[in-house]
């Protein structure tokens, strides 16, 4: 059974019935409404916390979907799961194929920037100076570009950026 009927949260089953009631009144092929049913049980595994049965409903939603901005969301939330996993290769991976399709995504620059910040930190914790300042450049340029599409949001990052004086 689809996870999306058995939640026995009332706002949520009050969204499903009204996302089942547009997908009927929409018109949208069955690969658009298979893709959003999965994204949609993927969402709520992933808020759940149930990461594994979020991954497999992504990876679901992604082989229906044919529009690269709804795409973007598939790939982006599958990085969210492999950042949240320690995951940092393979959630790079999957924000770079979420900006490919949809390069206005300012969360995915966001979370790029994070974690090469995080693997700046951690060079420096092994004594690695020059490799930690090569990954500081690298999340100062995604984090411009997060800032760039999303003015006065990510405000620590600015801060960070002046403070280190990467921000032109």
Partial sequence: MPRSRINANFIDKTSSIVANILLRIIPTTSGEKKAFTYYRDGM????EGNYA??????????????????????????????????EHTKALEYYFRALERNPFLPQAFNNMAVI???????????????IAEAWFDQAAEYWKQAIALSPGNYIEAHNWLKITRRFE
């Fill in 44 to 47: 709520l595994a992933q808020s």
């Fill in 116 to 130: 090469c910040h995080y693997r700046g930190e951690q060079a420096i914790l092994q004594g690695d100076s020059e």
């Fill in 53 to 86: 049965e979020a991954l497999q409903n992504y990876y679901e939603a992604t082989r229906p979907e044919i529009d690269p901005y709804d795409r973007s969301y598939i790939l982006y939330n599958i990085g969210l799961i492999h950042t949240s996993n320690g």
